[in-house]
Every structure is written in structure tokens, then in C-alpha cells.
């Protein structure tokens, strides 16, 4: 196993888990209040992320991304309409689900081919798809923090630097 995969997807997870936190703190409509930015609303970036996380899931499980593609397509607006701990819970399922698959791999590093309806082929790993997965929150969850200075409220650290201060 790969002990920086694992570190940085638990970062991810503790990340994620700051910043539902933070949004618990605001009223309640400031998550699908709408604002001018790439997402309309802090629900649909929430909603984004956990769906790609549950797409790679899948992927690195054995599903085609066109399958998973499918899969998030279907419950997309469902879950824009939750509130912050309808996500909080499903997050917190899903990572269980993430740390059950790593700690089960004999090789994080084995070769999987990935199949993208719009760019190709990729050969990568389990390793890598998950370090995607940490990158892509990391990059949604800036556009949370700058959502929420729109909205005239603050945001909380949640950088990489920080988890390892408090770890």
C-alpha cells in the first residue's frame, strides 16, 4: 500500500469535514443560496465533488466511467437539494467505503485502464485516481471558501499544511 495515497485521501476526508463543519456554523439557506460563480449555489459544488469521489469509487472498484458517469447523472439534482448533513452523511459513507477498498488492496500501485467517453484511454492506478480524487476536492472546496466571502462570510483553513499541524 501506498502510505502517501492513504495520508493524503485521509487529508481529503478531514478536509471535507472541515468545511461541512463551517457550513453547518451559517443559516441554513446560505448552502443553496445562489451566487455568481462556476456553480450556481455552495450545494452544487458540494454535490460535484461528492459525485466525482463516488465516480472514481466506482471506477477504481471496476465499473466503466460511462457507467459512472450514469450513475451520478442519475441522483445529481436529488442530491443539490439535500441539506449540509444529508451531504455530511453520504460523504462520511462513501469514505468508509474508499477505506475498506484501500486497506483490501494487496497493490494501489496496479495498473487500471480507464476509459473516458471524451478523452480516451488512460492508464493509471487506484493510487492515482485517488490523488485526483484529493486534488479535484481540494480545488472545489477553494470555490466553496470563495462562495462564501461572496456571501459575506469567511471561510476556514483546510489546507494540507494545517491537517499535518493537527495530525
Given at each position: 500500500m501506498t502510505n502517501s495515497t492513504i495520508k493524503m485521501y485521509d487529508y481529503h476526508v478531514w478536509a471535507n469535514g472541515v468545511i461541512m463543519n463551517r457550513l453547518k456554523e451559517l443559516p441554513q439557506e446560505i448552502y443553496h443560496k445562489e451566487v455568481l460563480n462556476g456553480f450556481s449555489s455552495i450545494s452544487k459544488v458540494m454535490t460535484h465533488?461528492?459525485?466525482?469521489?463516488?465516480g472514481w469509487f466506482d471506477i477504481i472498484s471496476g465499473k466503466s466511467m460511462k457507467e459512472a458517469f450514469a450513475s451520478a447523472n442519475a441522483v445529481r439534482e436529488e442530491l443539490e437539494a439535500n441539506?449540509?448533513?444529508?451531504?455530511?452523511?453520504?460523504?462520511?459513507?462513501?469514505?468508509?467505503?474508499?477505506k475498506v477498498f484501500i486497506n483490501l488492496q494487496e497493490d494501489l500501485e496496479r495498473a487500471i485502464v480507464v476509459d473516458n467517453p471524451y478523452a480516451g484511454l488512460l492508464e493509471t492506478s487506484p493510487s492515482e485516481s485517488i490523488l485526483h480524487v484529493v486534488t479535484h476536492g481540494s480545488y472545489h472546496r477553494g470555490?466553496?471558501?470563495?462562495?462564501?466571502?461572496?456571501?459575506?462570510?469567511?471561510?476556514?483553513?483546510?489546507?494540507?499544511?494545517?491537517?499535518?499541524?493537527?495530525?
Open positions: 465533488i461528492y459525485l466525482v469521489d463516488s441539506n449540509i448533513e444529508e451531504m455530511e452523511t453520504l460523504f462520511f459513507n462513501l469514505s468508509e467505503r474508499y470555490n466553496v471558501a470563495t462562495m462564501l466571502r461572496q456571501l459575506g462570510h469567511t471561510s476556514v483553513m483546510q489546507d494540507y499544511g494545517l491537517y499535518l499541524y493537527s495530525h
